[in-house]
């Protein structure tokens, strides 16, 4: 099972980078024109595109441009002639970080008032999380960001309004910058996760085996913590497999709403200034992340789950 | 309500006995209830405040500008002296304009391949399936953002991009509802008396996906609009001065320091749009199928 | 309802004590550091003192520069950097005064040709002595690239000997000064023909290209052998890319910058008033202007354009656009500047009762124009809509467009719109701008229009070296301009720069170039 949702990977990569790839050559316009802009002439846009490779046929330039990829190297980008492997070396690490500190900002949250709402399912902690989660769930990120600077930043003062500080120039300031952004973005993941994590956990809780437990004599939080949470962690986990996709997504938002130069930004910019080129990269590697976060996670949940080992899934 | 209907002795454990069950459903009307409630309203002002001053929401100068709530604009002013109110009511317009065609086309493709997914072979099932995958592969803003960058922006275009995105969900949504259909013994029976499966499993599907398929209409809605807002946010979505919820944050950016409210009132008009749709959703889920208490995004 | 365990303390406490970690670990580290350090140096420039040599600043500006040389920087993100790279001839002062800065004296022999004598001693980054063959060599190469139209006057270069040279004229130009004053930087042969000029800039300036991240930042160093003895004061000079206002701004606040191209405008009155902030002097410099296509569409009618006029607020654009800090334009350059004229036959502009009527005669009604806007500049945006406002009192619709600025551009040489906002630095001296933008056969007139009476004006105003009867014969300039309107002028924007309260002499100036030599850190960094 393991090796078939390994098999299945390749297509889909496969699948996506086409359409990544179609991008480019889907779009109006002449990409040779608007890189010589009002220097454009007959035989200069003939010189270009031979240049770019745009002459040569189809499955060619997908071949050779795939074939880079395999290596590394991006291409250059149409606007500053930058080598786009660079830029994506500078802001990778950013929005690693901010997407990082967000899933574990939603799981540090989520998972224990998941549980806790689950242990008093019916109480006032139930209903006040259950409330606060799909508030959570309700609110784009970006418009808790908003309302976050408002409070945070310009009101208490506590973290800058926007910004980025590497680690280079402190740790503190660093974490700093990325607070708000993160809490802004782990929003829709921690409220999804607590759900869910209650869900799971009153789901394996009313079971049978738990109440022969109890009956046995085995301590609540032994139960919760030896059988339940594992039990429990598989819907977990699939959850977040679907849930990242939201937080990759996210980031260009964030990014945008808090200056942050990464790979979320960049898409933006790109976009704007149709670079096509660097488009695609940026496209290609967060569509990359999100498959191989979904394998993980497809590969975590049958570690997790030894029955599924044998059994195929659809 | 006690166990009588069905629920076994488990069911009954853990949810505490009828009490509960009770309870249960009465916290999803309320959500239902509420949800709706919030929807109605962003319908009715979208739809009575153009009413009262068409150009208000494009008029510049007609006021001085950045004003804080109060009178005569309600809501306060933009950077440009217009209305508020009329600009939250305008983007509220466009919001569910789009939101709406979006989950449309989404339904029609979507529930059209579901159903051949479950009634073609295999092979045709898995082609549509992988396909789809490849689709789910992209993070959904990400799908957007590569529609908008070969054909454009502008509302047609945000529609067919949201819309696309939706389709595997309905998908299958859908292919499981009708598979659920084939399972059932009167689809059995009618198909050993002659009649085509695919017949037998149309005229049936209705009542198994009405219920799943309303959920996930009412949960797309909330995405839907928040896609929508955040691709006019980073600039990708319907240009100016058409006012776009999204677009309203983006450019209240500048001035959250000294005019906060011009920020605070797309801000808060979007959450409580796109709150109602997930109460809706959610309390449908849960009415629906109480035992599954959780609504994946 | 009866919880299924009895000991529930343990789960409660490790739930709440996980919570608890999240928000002190949010608030916590925050409220142990320090906010901003305030300086203990008051930002009133009087008090920073003399200038002190050492030390280094970060420039965040809204732009990057795309490419260092300067025969080919269109861009004014690029034109800003390298400017502290290279030198010109002459440079100009914030009261409009010519002084030396290349050239140790010049002398206007006649109308056509003017001679020049150069600093002696003044070396480039590579060790090699400016000659005047360095001169003839820059001027040469200008004449056939992307700003070739800035000198098309400019006939040839007479090179006399190492230090001495004439630039023969192919016409008078009393824009001649000013020219060189704003663009003509001054590269080193040797390195041009050895090494791409784009890339691997060489020049004579304070500073030397070190370090150049495409897109982000650009390092300068300090030239040692500068030829004025006395400066530059800082060591090192970073440029970053920040094209957002707030985070610019924001990056002022906490320390990160010391000094911003521009802030967002409704922030300049607290920044004036705050003792945390320095800020360089203010001069509206910068025209913002509206170009009508002419050739086809319903601008190729006088009415409609002068219809135009009639239908723009400038007041409202400068309050709404520009938050206050433009000053309404309806020629190329504010009163500042030594040619203003005050001429405004639009006076009482907007009238929609005159637009609507005028638009009547036209035969323009009810159509849908087309707004061209470059995505570059919020302010574009801005104006964009206030117009469409303006137009909508006549009846009239029109589409905003907002594009990238490389489309942008494509489209305004293709004539692919009907209105379109743009900007133009080049306005030192009026003529460089009506005549690049109006003159007929430009290759930077955009709109199309070609007119013997505007050539005319253009002619007397612009190819003359008296400048007595230049200044005599502007105001007929501006009225033809203002009559025929292929282009109309909206506003000036005010160009001033806020720094750190330690950054001195930083000072805005006409030719909008960043003049980083002057600047200093009064506390050493």
Known sequence: MVLRRLALTVPILLGTSVVVFLILRLVPGDPAASILGSNATEQSIVKVRAALGLDLPLWEQFGAWLGGVARGDFGRDYITNQEITEQLELRLPITVALAGVAFLLALIAAIPLGVVAAVREGGWVDRSVRAVAVLFIAVPDFVFGLLGILLFAVGLSLVPSSGYTPIEEGYLEHLRSLALPAAALSLGLGGVLTRVTRSAMLDVLGSDYVRFAKASGFSSSSIVFRYALRNASVPIITVIGLQVGYILGGTVVIEQLFGLPGLGQLIVEAMLARNYPVLQACILVFVAAFILVNLITDLLYTVLNPRLRRTSTS | M??????????????????????????????????????????????????????????????????????????????????????????????????????????????????????????????????????????????????????????????????????????????????????????????????????????????????????????????????????????????????????????????????????????????LLVLGFTLIGDGLQAWLDPKKRTTAR | ??????????????????????????????????????????????????????????????????????????????????????????????????????????????????????????????????????????????????????????????????????????????????????????????????????????????????????????????????????????????????????????????????????????????????????????????????????????FTSIEARQGLNWVIDRKQIVELAFSGAAVEASEAVSDVNPFFSGVNIYEGAPDLGKAQALFEEAGVTDESLTILVDQADSAYALIAQIIQSGLEGVGMTSTIETVASSEYFGRLVSGDYDIAMTIFSASLDPAMTYNLLGQSESGFNFTGYKSATLDAAIETFAFSTDQDARKASYPALVEAFQTESPFLFVANRQTQYFTSATLGGASSLPTLEVRVEDLWQAVAR
């Open chain 2, 2 to 271: 006690t166990a009588q209907d069905g629920a076994s002795p488990d069911q009954t454990l853990k949810t505490g006995g009828s009490r509960l069950r009770n309870r249960a459903t009465l916290s999803s009307r309320i959500e239902i209830v509420a949800g709706g409630f919030l929807v109605a309203g962003a319908v009715i002002v979208a739809i009575v405040v153009p009413m009262i001053d068409p150009a208000a929401s494009t008029a510049v100068g007609a006021a001085p500008a950045l004003l804080s709530p109060g009178f005569p604009n309600l809501l306060g002013t933009d950077q440009l002296g217009r209305d508020q109110l009329a600009r939250v009511a305008a983007g509220y317009g466009i919001s569910l304009t789009i939101a709406s065609g979006a989950v449309l086309i989404s339904l029609v493709i979507g529930g059209l391949l579901g159903l051949l997914a479950a009634t073609s072979k295999s092979s045709i099932d898995g082609l549509i399936m992988r396909t789809l995958d490849v689709v789910m592969a992209f993070p959904a803003l990400l799908f957007a953002i590569v529609v908008v960058a070969i054909f454009g922006s502008g509302s047609e275009v945000l529609m067919l991009a949201i819309g696309i995105v939706f389709v595997p969900v309905i998908t299958r949504v859908t292919r499981a509802a009708a598979l659920e259909t084939a399972r059932q013994s009167y689809v059995e029976a009618a198909t050993a008396r002659g009649a085509r499966r695919s017949r037998v499993i149309l005229r049936h599907i209705a009542p198994n996906s009405v219920g799943p398929v309303l959920v996930q209409a009412s949960i797309l809605f909330a995405v839907g609009i928040m896609l929508e807002a955040s691709l006019s946010f980073v600039g990708l979505g319907v240009p100016p001065p058409t006012p776009s919820l999204g677009l309203m944050l983006s450019t209240a950016r500048n001035f959250i320091v000294s005019d906060p409210w011009i920020a605070i009132v797309p801000a808060i008009a979007i959450l």
């Open chain 3, 1 to 298: 309802m009866p919880n299924i365990f009895k000991r529930p303390g343990s789960l409660k406490f490790l739930a709440l004590a996980s919570s608890a970690l999240v928000v002190a670990a949010l608030s916590g580290c925050s409220a142990a550091s320090t906010t901003e350090s305030t300086p203990n140096v008051s930002s009133d420039p009087v008090s920073l003192g003399e200038p002190v040599r050492g030390g280094s600043a970060t420039l965040a500006t809204q732009g990057s520069p795309v490419n260092m040389d300067p025969a080919d920087g269109q861009l004014y993100a690029s034109i800003l950097v390298y400017q502290n790279i290279f030198s010109t001839l002459i440079d100009v002062d914030k009261d409009y005064q010519f002084v030396s800065n290349l050239a140790e004296s010049w002398l206007q022999e006649d109308d056509l040709t003017w001679s020049f004598k150069l600093v002696e001693g003044v070396k480039f980054h590579n060790g090699e002595t400016l000659t005047a063959d360095d001169v003839a060599f820059s001027i040469d190469r200008m004449r056939t690239s992307g700003l070739g139209a800035f000198v098309s006057v400019f006939e040839s270069v007479e090179v006399i000997d190492d230090l001495n040279f004439k630039i023969r004229l192919s016409a008078p130009y009393g824009a001649m000064e000013a020219t060189l004053a704003s663009f003509v930087d001054i590269v080193n042969r040797k390195a041009v023909e050895t090494s791409d000029p784009k890339e691997n800039p060489i020049g004579t300036g304070p500073y030397k290209l070190t370090n150049w991240v495409k897109g982000s930042t650009v390092t300068l160093t300090r030239f040692d052998d500068y030829f004025k003895a006395d400066k530059p004061y800082l060591d090192e000079v970073v440029f970053e890319t920040v094209p957002d206002d707030s985070v610019r701004l924001a990056g002022l606040q906490t320390g990160k910058f010391d000094w911003i191209q521009t802030a967002p405008a409704q922030q300049i009155p607290e920044l004036l008033e705050s003792t945390e902030f320095g800020q360089s002097n203010s001069g509206a410099y910068l025209p913002y202007l509206v170009l009508l296509n002419t050739v086809s569409g319903p």
